[in-house]
């Protein structure tokens, strides 16, 4: 008897004992782990990372600190506010589509968030308000394309954002500012960034900041000016082939990765050259050109790089641009300290034009387009002399949808026809487009389509250069009744346009066009190219 309340008071204590040691881990969820977590005091490890889950779990601990939701299927963030113990939230690779605040805002003692590899399309405005905690935020490999002004309005606490593998083109002026750490890690890399975003400039706590493949042309100078804190930058994989003086004055730099940029090795980047090597900073820097330095690391050149004869290189030789949009060509002259640069366009010299006007910034020889228009679809020429290397072109191909630059009617009979009997009489569009028509110029009578098989009816192509014609010839017969109304459509991957025709047993009336402001646009093309059509039209006719 003894020995058996004996071994029941040790089975008590043993049971105590492990209820103790668990209790802070009660109601893990099955198909989950739990621990505890040693990051946090007195806190607890939710893992349910790859379960194909759909929705939280029920029954996570309230008191949770870590929570691994990785490799799930989850939509929303719906019930994470619950949880308001929360130091870390991962939620990397599930189908999150919206940053919720109201989710979001009730997490105050949240220090990490991941939200990478989602379908994340904006970050709106104080989506991480009173997170003061706030320290690491990696939005990586989402659709990301918009940042709100205030979108990280109050977040001076976050140390590393991560934005890379997202659709940025570009960041709304403000919106990074209220970023004032000291000791920030901004990573903006795979997006499709042209230029520096201009907040950049003027945060003075950025430690790491990597712009790696994008789209960036041009350092302006003077705007890193304020980064006297940056120590490691990554342009690698840009369109960059010159860095202005003084871009890195006052910093204290010490690692520089441009790999993957064309770089001109010329007199213009002796300063680069000076100042990497006096401060013995870790670079990727090749040279591109000129040729008598391709291929070599600028680390291990010792000599002055100088500037000999001009050479012009368009780092874009073939330009698309909508019509009515901006758009900036440019060429890179080098090798020579002053060169006169001219354009040309087809051949001819560049006459002065209302929407297009030349810069120069450095050896970046600019022709800007304010509203580029389709008669601006040309080669251009940027010369700086008559050296074999002083010239290079750039073909600008100006997209718009179609427009109707002429059209008309036409009747052998003339005026004088019996009002009674239907005459013969041809109508005709002639259409402009790029890209080109989608199919030939189709014909309606009502809403019927035509196909020249019918009675009385012929459709007959025409053009000349750039221009679509289509010519729909109605006869008369016994059996064709060929009054209605009329309507020819053309139509490309950017749009269509129409033109209606009325036609009667006493005239042919045209009413109206679908796009007159297209029509005035291409008004030129209409004096000097029907003549040219008449005469197809009459050898189409014998």
């Known amino acids: 008897l003894l020995y058996t309340i004996k071994f029941e008071n040790m089975y008590k204590h043993l049971l105590w004992f492990l209820l103790l040691n668990i209790s802070k881990v009660t109601g893990c969820p099955d198909e989950c782990s739990c621990s505890q977590d040693y990051e946090y005091d007195d806190g607890i490890m939710v893992d349910c990372e790859n379960l194909a889950l759909y929705d939280l779990p029920v029954d996570i601990p309230s008191h949770v600190s870590t929570l691994l939701l990785n490799f799930n299927s989850l939509q929303s963030l719906e019930g994470l506010q619950y949880y308001d113990n929360l130091r870390a939230l991962e939620l990397q690779h599930n189908n999150i589509r919206a940053l919720d605040p109201a989710v979001l805002q009730r997490l105050p003692y949240l220090k990490i968030l991941v939200v990478s590899e989602n379908e994340l399309k904006e970050i709106p405005d104080r989506v991480f308000r009173g997170l003061l905690y706030l320290e690491w935020v990696d939005l990586r490999g989402n659709q990301i394309n918009s940042i709100s002004r205030e979108a990280f309005y109050p977040s001076s606490n976050i140390n590393y954002l991560n934005l890379m593998d997202n659709d940025l083109s570009e960041v709304t002026n403000g919106a990074l500012l209220p970023l004032t750490s000291h000791n920030l890690w901004l990573l903006l890399g795979n997006n499709s960034f042209r230029e520096l975003p201009s907040d950049i400039g003027k945060m003075k706590g950025i430690r790491y900041l990597s712009l790696a493949h994008n789209y960036i042309r041009n350092i302006p100078p003077q705007s890193l000016v304020s980064n006297k804190l940056l120590r490691s930058l990554d342009v690698s994989y840009n369109k960059l082939s010159y860095l202005h003086e003084g871009t890195f004055a006052g910093m204290s730099l010490q690692q520089l990765d441009v790999n993957g940029n064309k770089w001109q090795c010329d007199c213009y980047m002796e300063w680069l050259r000076q100042y990497l090597l006096s401060r013995q900073i870790k670079h990727t820097l ?81 022709l800007v387009f304010r509203s580029a228009l389709y008669s601006d679809s040309a ?48 109508l005709a569009c002639d259409v402009l487009a790029n890209p080109p028509l989608n199919g030939p110029i189709l014909w309606f009578k009502e809403s019927r389509e035509l196909y020249g098989s019918e009675d009385g009816v012929r459709i007959s192509r025409a053009g000349v250069g750039p ?51 297209a029509r005035r646009t291409a008004g030129t093309y209409h004096h000097h190219i029907q003549p040219v059509l008449l005469v197809l039209l009459c050898l189409l006719m014998t």
């Open 379 to 426: 080669q251009y020429t940027c010369s700086a002399g008559s050296g074999p290397d002083a010239n290079d072109t750039i073909t600008l191909d100006v997209l718009y949808a179609p427009r109707i630059v002429n059209s008309y009617k036409w009747s052998p009979s003339g005026s004088n026809h019996d009002k009674d009997a239907m005459v013969d009489v041809t």
């Open 467 to 517: 221009v679509h014609g289509s010519v729909l010839h109605l006869s008369n017969t016994p059996n064709a009744d060929n009054s209605g109304e009329y309507k020819c459509v053309a139509a490309n991957s950017l749009g269509q346009t129409l033109e209606h025709f009325q036609v009667t047993q006493n005239d042919i009336l045209m009413l109206r066009s679908s796009a007159p402001a």
């Open 286 to 366: 090749t040279c591109s050109g000129p040729k008598d330095v391709q291929g070599d690391a600028m680390s291990s050149l010792r000599d002055p790089l100088l500037c000999n004869t001009p050479v012009v290189t368009a780092p874009d030789p073939q330009v698309k641009v909508m019509e009515y949009e901006n758009i900036t060509i440019e060429c890179l002259v080098t090798g020579d300290t002053d060169p006169q640069v001219e354009w040309f366009k087809d051949g001819e010299a560049l006459e002065a034009q209302g929407n297009r006007y030349t810069d120069v910034l450095g050896v970046r020889h600019k």
